[in-house]
């Protein structure tokens, strides 16, 4: 079983922990969270030798990683044979010791065998098309409001208030730290986030941290809150001229406009509709239902003269913004990793926008701590540049630490230290990496995103899917290039169970490539889509082949001349006595999977003459072609029979199958491909063994049943597989002289 995961380990043992007991209770029991923790530690060098042990290393190199082996692991034999054998072989030789040194450290020392869900990171970037990320060129939007002095005491006797809190025992640090970072985010806002809090009803519910600061706020008297009500409107006026240069009155393209607040959001939104008309401005609101949430962006993204999305926290989370090409936040969470999920609303996989989103902060007057938590996040984190999804357990850590100093010193422990934080995270960085690096899984799915995308974009699957449908009655139309529709009449002329399943898709666009589903906001028709699901299950249970007889001109031949192609699936067969083992030591699912890598189903055609010789010419062969003259018999019962009147129809049928069979027999899918799956099997079996033997050496005395159960298995193996065949279709294809088949006809 493979464990799906974008967590990371470090920063997050706890959690991570949690999950590989759900997948292994023996190995990873939930109360030994310190021993865990420790061996996250141990494994840190690990992890960094692992990914440094590339195939261009030269003997030296090679030599010191060995060295570092050697001493973190005096009694791995077999580690420290591959090691030496890497320093000690020829300069050709050594990229393939170095990857199978490599790949044992994997096996062994990894924490678990799992497949990485893709994170948004520099090294992501280079394979899958994720726009990017960068800041725009006016940053900072620059926005004069008379009420910064006055949030600026606030913020500051908070402060005081909490520290007391805090000695006297009140409050612990997490609480007050909690409590600051939002009053410290509400400061930095526009005036209308604090008014907001105070001027509902204080219930004694809600968040704790904004109960918190209502409470205080709430024996501050009314003066401050008079304040901020005096001048709201004017900062929001300011606020939209700013917001109507840059993202209307310029060419920007579409702008996302968010805040933290909803009170905020809205009234931003109320008042660039009072500037500029409701129909250039979209609102994505937590108050709002979720169809009037999908409307506002459907209508933001297909509307040319719907420039703005005006948002709160809402927008944050799950939905896709990728075609942004401006964010502009109109003040910042203090927590980064908020602001690395509101970036990664538009920093996504695209096809048609190739600019990196820009993002720009809006700043109310002279603010020492919005300031410098801006400062933090673009000079540290760098989140405004590249994603930081993968620190988000160690950027919570980092940020606790320094909202306890803030509590103590103020808004200067937010730039204390910005290089010394900047390289604490790049470092936290590799680390991650190698050690993501170590657990991925292992050489046999190396590829396996490669393939998928592969997949994506071969129209082979697609075309062979058009073709069935068609031929069972099926009128298609392409409503877009990579698209398909299915009209509902005429009927599918398949049983009608196979119909019923079908159903929900006709008269649906269906995407026939990732670019196309993409583009169009389509499902994708690929394995794992109901359609396609529906018509393989079909398909493998039916019994029903296809047949066909087709005429073919061939000068010079006369009377027409049979020939007879079967289409053979040949794959894998019982092999009863090797899955009984499998079964009784609980690696049956194992087993299908390796012989399927092993030998995979694989079409087989073959065409003879009626005497059963084999055909390997090319009016034998090659596909029905209209264009070249080929002509369907299928419709026409009386030019067949003519055609075949000279021949023992009914003997030359009955015996081409067995023909057929014995063409397939000298096949290498029937010779040696049975005899190479052995092997090949035969060889995983022995590279789990190897593993399990490794890690058992290494402590995880969980697997010993796991090694008993393969080596069972190994012993069970047999010299060949079995193989199974069945007949997906047969037909007759009969070649003659056209000039002569002219005659005939006349």
């Given at each position: 079983?493979?464990?799906?995961s974008a ?12 999950l ?5 209770p023996e ?12 061996r ?7 992890a960094?030798i ?17 060295d ?6 005096p009694h ?13 072989c ?7 010791a170095?990857?199978?040194?490599r790949?044992?450290?994997?096996r ?95 219930t004694?519910?809600?968040d704790?941290?904004d ?7 709430s ?8 304040e ?7 900062v929001?006026?300011r606020?939209?001229?700013a ?5 209307i009155?310029?060419d920007?393209g579409?702008?996302?406009v968010?805040s933290?607040f909803?009170?905020?959001a809205e ?9 500029r008309?409701?129909h ?11 169809s ?17 999305l ?6 944050e ?5 990728q075609t942004?090409?401006?964010i ?24 048609d926008?190739?600019?990196?989103v820009e993002?720009a902060v ?8 919005a ?8 000079e ?24 306890r ?16 934080q ?6 936290e960085a ?6 993501d690096?170590?657990?991925s899984?292992?050489?046999?799915h190396?590829?396996l ?8 974009t071969?129209?082979?699957l ?17 409503p877009?290039e990579g ?5 509902r ?5 398949v049983?009608?169970s ?8 006709l008269?649906?666009?269906l995407?026939?490539t990732?670019?196309a589903?993409v583009r169009?906001r389509?499902?994708?028709?690929r ?5 396609f ?11 029903r082949g296809?047949?066909f007889?087709?005429?073919?001109p ?6 027409p ?6 289409d053979?699936?040949v ?9 009984g083992?499998a079964?009784?030591n609980?690696l049956a699912?194992w087993?299908?999977?390796a ?10 055609s ?25 002509r ?15 021949l023992d ?5 009955s ?20 005899m ?9 079996i ?25 080596e069972?298995?190994a ?20 070649c003659?002289d056209?000039?002569?088949m ?5």
């Open positions: 079983m493979l464990l799906l967590t990371p380990v470090r920063s997050n043992e706890v959690a991570f922990l949690d590989l007991n759900l997948l292994d190995n990873y029991p939930r109360d030994d969270v310190e021993s865990f923790v420790d996250v530690r141990i494994r840190d060098q690990v960094l692992h990914e440094a042990l590339t195939d261009d290393l030269d003997r030296f190199d090679v030599s010191l990683y060995a570092q082996l050697a001493q973190t692991f791995d034999d077999a580690l420290q044979s591959r090691a030496k054998h890497a320093v000690r020829s300069d050709d030789e050594r990229p393939d170095v990857r199978r040194l790949h044992y450290l994997s062994t020392y990894r924490l678990h065998h799992r497949l990485l869900r893709t994170r948004r990171s520099r090294r992501i970037g280079a394979h899958f098309d994720v726009r990017g990320r960068w800041c725009a060129e006016s940053f900072v939007v620059e926005v004069a409001d008379e009420t910064d002095r006055l949030r600026r005491n606030l913020a500051d006797a908070f402060r005081m208030h909490l520290a007391e809190q805090l000695e006297t025992g009140v409050l612990d640090e997490a609480q007050a730290a909690a409590a600051f970072a939002r009053m410290a985010a509400m400061c930095g806002s526009h005036p209308t986030a604090l008014l907001s809090l105070t001027e509902s009803t204080w004694g519910t809600g704790p941290s109960l918190l600061v209502a409470a205080w706020l024996s501050r008297g009314d003066h401050w809150r008079r901020l009500r005096a001048y709201a409107s004017s929001t006026d606020l939209v001229m917001l109507d240069r840059m993202a009155t310029k920007r579409k702008v996302v968010i933290a909803s009170a905020v009234a931003v939104a109320d008042a660039l509709v009072r500037r008309g409701e250039r401005v979209a609102t994505h609101l937590d108050h709002h239902s979720r009037e949430q999908f409307d506002a962006v459907e209508r933001w993204r297909s509307q040319a003269e719907c420039r703005v005006v948002s709160d926290a809402s927008a989370e799950g939905i896709n913004l942004a090409s401006v502009v936040h109109l003040d910042l969470p203090w927590e980064a990793f908020r602001v690395e999920q509101r970036i990664g609303r538009a920093d996504r996989f695209v096809t926008n190739d600019l990196p993002s809006v700043m109310y007057g002279e603010q020492p701590l300031r410098n938590w801006l400062a933090y996040l673009r540290a984190c760098g989140v405004f540049d590249a994603s930081v999804s993968s620190l988000q357990y160690a950027l919570a850590d980092m940020e606790a630490a320094m909202l100093r803030v509590l103590r010193d103020g808004a200067g422990a937010l730039t204390a230290d910005l290089p010394g900047k390289e604490e995270l790049a470092e590799r680390r991650i990496v190698a050690h690096s170590l657990d899984v292992g050489s046999q190396d590829d995103n490669k393939r998928v995308r592969y997949a994506d071969d129209r082979t697609a075309s062979a899917l058009k073709t069935w449908l068609e031929g069972v009655g099926a009128r298609l139309t392409e877009h698209t398909m529709r299915i009209a009449k005429p009927r599918l002329q049983p009608f196979l119909e019923q399943k079908v159903a929900p898709w008269d649906e666009e995407a026939l990732r670019t589903a169009h389509r499902p994708i028709v394995a794992g889509h109901g359609l699901d529906a018509v393989a299950e079909h398909l493998q249970a039916t019994d296809v047949a007889a087709f005429w073919r061939v000068a010079g031949v006369w009377p001349e049979p020939l007879f192609r079967t053979f699936l794959r894998v067969g019982e092999n009863a006595r090797l899955h083992v079964t009784q609980g699912d087993l299908t999977a012989i399927e890598n092993a030998m995979p189903p694989v079409v087989e073959v065409t003879v003459r009626r005497d059963g010789t084999e055909v390997t010419a090319a009016e034998g062969t090659r596909p029905f072609s209209q264009r070249r003259g080929d369907n018999l299928m419709a026409g019962t009386d030019q067949f029979a003519d055609l075949t009147a000279h129809w009914r003997a030359l049928c015996r081409a199958l067995g023909h057929a069979r014995t063409v397939l027999a000298r096949r290498q899918c029937f010779d040696e491909a049975p190479e799956a052995a092997g090949a099997l035969s060889e995983a022995e590279g789990q063994l190897e593993t399990l033997r490794a890690r058992n050496d290494a402590g995880n005395r969980g697997d010993i049943s796991q090694q008993i159960g393969f069972r298995l012993a069970a193996v047999p010299g060949q597989l079995d193989v199974a065949w069945e007949v997906l279709g047969c037909g007759a294809i009969l003659g056209p000039a002569r002219r005659t005939a006809n006349a």
